[in-house]
C-alpha cells in the first residue's frame, strides 16, 4: 500500500516536468531519446536478458551479430516510444495526421455504412500509442479501445487522456461486453491487442508463435462470431523516425461462418508476418512467454469445457 502511495506521488510531482517535455519540438525530444538510449541500452541494460531470450528464441537460424542489431534497432525504437508518448499528451490532431499515413481504412468504413460493427486487432508494433488516437480521428462509429486498467491512478488518468484526446472511448477490459451491449442496434468498431500475455487464469488456447509455444487470449474471435462482427487486423509500421503507417487488412466479414480457432490463427499469422519483416517494431521487452503450457491443453486444440 505505501510503495502504491509513493509511487502515486512521485508521478503527481512528475507530471508538471512531463508537460514541461511535451512542449519541446520533436528534434530536441529525439536528441533526448538518444541520451536515454545510452541509459537504457548501455547502462542500466533494462530487461537486456528478457530482450535477448526471446529474439534468440523466435529466430534460432540468426547468427549473434544479427540479434544484437536487432537489439540496439528495438532499444532505439523504444526510446523514441517514450519521448513520443509523453508529445501525444499535446500533439494537435493535424500533426497526429501528418505523422501516421493510414490504409485500407475506407473498407472498415464501408462495413460500417452497411450497419455492421467491426473488430480491429493490433499489437505492441510501432508506436502502438498512436493508435487509439488516429483510430478516433478517422471513426465514423463509437470507436472502442480496450485496455487494461493502471493500478497508479494518476498514470492510468494520463494515460487514458492521452488515448481518449480525439474521440476514441477507452473501455477497462471487464467491462468490455457490457459496452457493446449499451451499444445495440447501432455499428461500432472495437480495438483489441491480440499479442497480449493472458494474465491469471491462462487461456486454454496455446499454439506455435515465433518458434514457441504460446498462451493466446480468445477474445477478438469469441466476441466477433457473439456479435457477427468484420475482422481486420491493423499493422502500425515505422517509416522514419517519428512517422507512421497503420495498414487495415481484412481478415473476416463472415465470423460465424468460421471454423474454431481460425480467427485467431488468422490474426496471430498476420503478426508473425509484420514482426518477421521488421523485427525491431516489436516490443521485446514484453515476458510473453513466462507461462508455460500445462500437461493437459494440447496445442491447436481446445479442451472442451471451454469450447465455443
Not at 113 to 121: A, F, T, W
Not at 189 to 198: H, I, M, N, S, T
Not at 228 to 254: K, P, Q
Request: hydrophobic letters at 40%.
Amino acid at each position: 500500500m505505501k510503495s502504491h502511495m509513493l509511487k502515486r506521488f512521485v508521478f503527481t510531482l512528475a507530471l508538471p516536468v512531463i508537460y514541461l517535455f511535451a512542449f519541446l519540438p520533436f528534434p530536441v525530444l529525439y536528441l533526448l531519446s538518444n541520451f536515454l538510449k545510452v541509459i537504457v541500452f548501455d547502462l542500466i541494460g533494462y530487461r537486456k536478458q528478457v530482450i535477448f531470450t526471446n529474439l534468440r528464441n523466435s529466430f534460432p537460424t540468426k547468427s549473434e551479430d544479427e540479434i544484437l542489431l536487432i537489439a540496439k534497432q528495438f532499444y532505439r525504437n523504444f526510446c523514441d516510444l517514450l519521448v513520443e508518448a509523453i508529445k501525444l499528451s499535446v500533439i494537435s490532431e493535424k500533426e497526429l495526421v501528418k505523422r501516421i499515413k493510414i490504409i485500407g481504412y475506407d473498407k472498415v468504413e464501408a462495413f460500417h455504412q452497411q450497419g455492421r460493427s467491426s473488430i480491429i486487432s493490433v499489437s505492441h508494433c510501432g508506436n502502438w500509442e498512436y493508435g487509439p488516437l488516429i483510430q478516433g480521428h478517422v471513426s465514423s462509429v463509437p470507436s472502442m479501445i480496450v485496455y487494461k486498467t493502471i493500478k497508479n491512478q494518476p498514470v492510468d488518468a494520463f494515460v487514458k487522456g492521452i488515448r481518449s484526446r480525439f474521440g476514441s472511448i477507452l473501455v477497462p477490459k471487464e467491462n468490455t461486453l457490457r459496452k457493446i451491449a449499451e451499444l445495440k442496434g447501432k455499428p461500432w468498431l472495437l480495438v483489441l491487442a491480440g499479442d497480449q500475455k493472458p494474465g491469471g487464469k491462462s487461456s486454454p488456447f496455446w499454439t506455435y508463435f515465433l518458434n514457441q509455444e504460446t498462451n493466446v487470449f480468445l477474445g477478438v474471435e469469441k466476441i466477433a462470431k457473439s456479435t457477427n462482427s468484420v475482422v481486420f487486423y491493423c499493422d502500425i509500421r515505422r517509416l522514419n523516425r517519428g512517422y507512421y503507417e497503420a495498414e487495415y487488412s481484412l481478415l473476416t466479414d463472415s465470423p460465424k461462418e468460421m471454423e474454431e480457432l481460425a480467427i485467431t490463427k488468422m490474426h496471430l499469422k498476420a503478426l508473425e508476418e509484420a514482426i518477421k519483416k521488421n523485427p525491431s517494431n516489436w516490443l521485446w521487452s514484453h515476458r510473453r512467454w513466462k507461462s508455460k503450457r500445462p500437461q493437459n491443453i494440447t496445442l491447436d486444440t481446445m479442451i472442451p469445457e471451454f469450447a465455443s
